[in-house]
């Protein structure tokens, strides 16, 4: 059974995730030792230097986060652009310091993603329950096989995109910019028989917008928050400050 | 002490606490363990059950982190595995911790 990680990247006038995607790249190398698939652009394809398998499209450009483009359209196609027969998505600002990844991979789940995070400032808890009528999933890692289950959840959250209005109407959804993560909330809830289902049983550790990244090396990060300055090592970090890039 | 000393305080207090709280939570990660397929948390409870239940026996049941039925056939491996990871895990904890602690003034 082949194995490997799938990664979506597409550079913005803002940011440049070509970057990000090399950073992310390097540590998936150091710490999994898996095959990277890179699905990307014309224009983006170039400006990625790491080595790896990567895989034009034409991206959907069609939403937004805070006024600026985001280019977060084409996850629900996963099942298709992976090579893989056990598949790891990840967003690109997903950085591996740790094999948690690799031991997630030898257990028998045909689908698992996170349901918990937590702001690494622990200033606010990182829950919605009163943003939507279900629970949020952070569809920022996705491990998957390719089942006939696993199919009908990508084909559903094609659906719910499709018709993302209605499934905000019908969920209450508060935050109406298309969103892969309610997308495969309400798709998991759906195929699931809206049942509870299979997740990964800790919280991802996510260093906020607001936090400024002072050093990113081999095995963490070091970012500063007012007069606060934290370190992380050894740990998987989600960065939501895409300065990241420029680190 | 004048309010800026206590002010100064509160301040270390909550650094330590923030500090203490991501290394808890790395930790948490850290417990992760895969058996035969099945996701568990090598944390107190877990070992503890574990330990207990294969008291005399070759093999028994138990539920893994996301409330699936798991047969347990070779159980010293298993505790073995589960104590490996959860002492690695929480030795990390414990030097960050004692980090944290020899900072405070």
């Known amino acids: 059974m082949t194995e490997g990680v799938l990664l979506y990247c597409f550079d913005t006038p803002q940011v440049s995730y070509s970057k990000i995607t090399d950073r992310c790249i390097s540590l998936i190398e150091r710490n999994l030792d898996l095959p990277v698939t890179v699905i990307t652009d014309a224009d983006t394809k170039g400006r990625i230097k790491s080595n790896c398998d990567t895989r034009v499209i034409d991206v959907d450009k069609g939403n937004t986060k805070f006024s600026k483009p985001w280019y977060n359209l084409e996850r629900h196609l996963a099942f298709d652009h992976s090579p893989y027969d056990r598949t790891v998505v990840m967003d690109v600002d997903y950085f591996c310091y740790s094999d948690k990844i690799l031991r997630l991979l030898q257990s028998e789940n045909d689908f698992l993603v996170h349901k918990s995070a937590h702001d690494v400032l622990h200033r606010e808890e990182m829950r919605y329950d009163r943003e939507a009528m279900l629970d949020l999933v952070w569809a920022t890692v996705l491990i998957f096989d390719k089942t006939p289950r696993t199919r009908a959840i990508f084909d559903t959250v094609k659906l719910v995109k499709q018709n993302y209005v209605h499934y905000c109407n019908l969920y209450r959804i508060t935050y109406k910019n298309f969103r892969n993560d309610y997308a495969f909330a309400i798709a998991l809830n759906q195929i699931n028989g809206h049942r509870e289902y299979d997740v990964i049983p800790d919280s991802i550790a996510t260093v906020p917008a607001d936090a400024e990244i002072l050093e990113l090396n081999d095995n963490g990060a070091v970012i500063r928050y007012k007069d606060k300055t934290i370190s992380l090592q050894d740990q998987d970090l989600h960065f939501l400050n895409k300065e990241v890039a420029n680190v | ?105």
């Open chain 2, 1 to 105: 002490m004048n309010i800026d000393q206590l002010k100064k305080i509160s301040r270390q207090s909550f650094d330590i606490n923030l500090q203490k709280a991501n290394a808890l939570k790395k930790a948490e990660s850290d417990q992760i363990l895969v058996y035969e397929n099945h996701i568990f948390r090598a944390d107190a409870e877990t070992i503890c059950f574990v330990r207990t239940a294969s008291e005399g026996k070759d093999s028994f049941f138990m539920l893994d982190s996301n409330s699936n039925p798991v047969c347990i056939t070779e159980p010293t491996d298993f505790l073995e595995l589960l104590l490996q990871r959860n002492q690695s895990a929480l030795n990390t904890y414990h030097q960050l911790y004692q980090n944290t602690k020899n900072r405070k003034v």
